[in-house]
């Protein structure tokens, strides 16, 4: 057995989001997954909606008090923007909301956990995506820095880490590319106005934020999903730099580097994809600084050259290359088959130290996705066991132990999630958390992985074998 231990000060704890946990009660407006699910319930798995959520607005002080028995020092969840604002126009808070979250992040404080804030995790505020088209307009952007003006305003001297998006391409990806979000659109050329958007949204909060706060941090959250080629081959090579550029380089180079990639720019020209920007706007997000990074992790990305002739009628990334299956991979026999590749860890390591100037990161979401059938039932001791969770936790650890001992300037570590929490269109569909989700009575049931963690977060090292990746 090899123990590893980790820095003084490391962040232990989990991720969640607002919409997926908070319930809907008490809410001044409809964000677009409200909408869009009494439009479409046929979309969401079993019919499942925002409603029917772990209901925090209500449980959060029981909730809470998991958490410390969980061991937790830190948690990170978001403000909702529909919640919190009564007026989009000009920022004017909800005063229910600002009672709700003052008593939050109070009970987290008074429990010995820092609460770390995100300010948007895809939800959209219905009336916004309806009147303005969501990000697709510079306006919105504007809009989102009132609302964090106001957030910074109410909370900032409770909260020392601010984020402000929480992976901004995934509404790129889901409601401009590939369908799994709302709007539903698939055009290359809004999915690069919609990114460039949510990139001066983001410099705008932290414009304001700067000029507002005396201390504390702000950063961002980008899930980095390491590319990995089918051969050695030149073409196979070139295929990965692409998805590379496309998923990876395209929000960190401007948000981490300060610059554009330029062969992302002649990418979209060439594909009449060019979003529309002013110098101005362009400036301001490449002066933007940001104190750390979130980086979020699930599985490797793995491509080949195009063998087949690309057939979409609208720009998409998969343009450079075509998905690859590894036959010889490890994949999650419990959810969907999903690669496990506990090095990529080390991989996205390696790269921010190398090329983004090493600067401070935590994992900001790392998790296993198991079902109620593989997780299994409540055992004799009242426990559900996930231990093939728990395995594959420490294997990831170890590699994220190994970069740190190299240099990487990693200072936490949050699982996805806490509670079983409702997942966009799938729902309930992948289970994550610590404690399960009874969906017929709400109650929370402790699992074996949140008492592993216990003893990992409260000693700050754990022991195993090393296994190969």
């Known amino acids: 057995m090899t123990r590893y231990s980790f820095p003084d000060g490391f962040l232990w704890g989990a991720a969640a989001s ?5 319930g809907t009660a008490g809410k001044p407006h409809c964000s677009i997954w409200d909408s869009w699910f009494s439009e479409q319930p046929e979309r969401f798995y079993q019919q499942t909606g925002p409603q029917r ?58 429990n010995g956990i820092e609460p770390m804030i995100n300010l948007y995790h895809f939800d959209m505020p219905e009336v916004l995506q309806k009147k303005y088209g969501g990000f697709e307009s510079a306006h919105v952007a504007e809009l989102f820095s009132r609302f964090a003006r106001t957030a910074f305003t109410l909370f900032g001297h409770k909260v020392k880490y601010w984020i402000t998006f929480n992976e901004p391409i995934v509404p790129v990806e ?30 705008k909060a932290v414009q304001v934020f700067r000029e507002l706060m005396g201390s504390g ?23 990965a730099w692409y998805a590379d550029l496309l998923f990876n380089r395209s929000f960190l180079d401007p948000l981490v580097k300060h610059q554009f990639p ?42 080949q050259a195009r063998e087949s002739a690309y057939t979409l009628d609208y720009f998409s990334p998969e343009y450079y290359f075509e998905n690859y299956v590894d036959p010889n ?10 690669e496990i590749l506990p090095v990529a860890v080390y991989d996205i390591a390696r790269n921010i130290r190398d ?38 936790m420490e294997e990831h650890l170890v590699q994220l132990h190994h970069a740190i001992r190299d240099g990487a300037n990693c200072f936490g570590v949050h699982q996805w999630t806490f ?47 090393e296994r190969p990746s």
């Open 18 to 22: 607002g919409p997926q946990t908070e």
């Open 329 to 338: 991979g490890r994949f999650n026999p419990y959810r969907d088959n999903n």
């Open 53 to 110: 959520v772990c209901e925090t607005y209500t449980r959060y002080q029981d909730d809470v008090a998991l958490m410390k028995q969980t061991g937790f020092n830190s948690f990170r969840t978001s403000i909702q923007w529909s919640r919190l604002i009564d007026d989009f126009e000009t920022g004017e808070p909800n005063a229910d909301a600002v009672r709700f979250y003052h008593a939050y992040l109070d009970e987290m404080i008074a």
């Open 419 to 465: 509670i079983d929490n409702w997942s966009w269109i799938n729902a309930f569909k992948r289970r994550y958390g610590f404690y399960r989700l009874d969906l017929e009575t709400g109650e929370r049931q402790i699992k074996r992985n949140a008492l592993w963690f216990r003893e990992l977060a409260l000693s700050n090292q754990f022991s195993t074998e």
């Open 217 to 239: 941090e702000i950063g961002v959250v980008l899930n980095l999903t390491p590319t990995y080629t089918r051969s050695d081959s030149a073409e196979d090579k070139k295929a």
């Open 262 to 303: 330029k062969a992302l720019c002649e990418l979209l020209a060439f594909h009449h994809c060019l979003p529309d920007t002013t110098p101005e706007d362009v400036r301001l997000i490449t002066d933007s600084r940001i104190d750390f990074l979130g980086v979020n992790y699930y599985v490797p990305r793995r491509v």
């Open 174 to 203: 889901g409601g401009y590319l590939y369908d799994f979000h709302y709007p539903c659109k698939q055009d290359g050329k809004l999915a690069a106005q919609v990114a460039f958007n949510i990139m001066l949204a983001h410099a």
């Open 355 to 392: 090329n983004y100037g090493n600067i401070k990161w935590y994992l900001a979401e790392i998790g296993i996705a198991m079902d109620l059938e593989s997780e299994g039932p409540v055992q004799a001791d009242g426990v559900i066991d996930d231990g093939f969770r728990i395995g594959l």
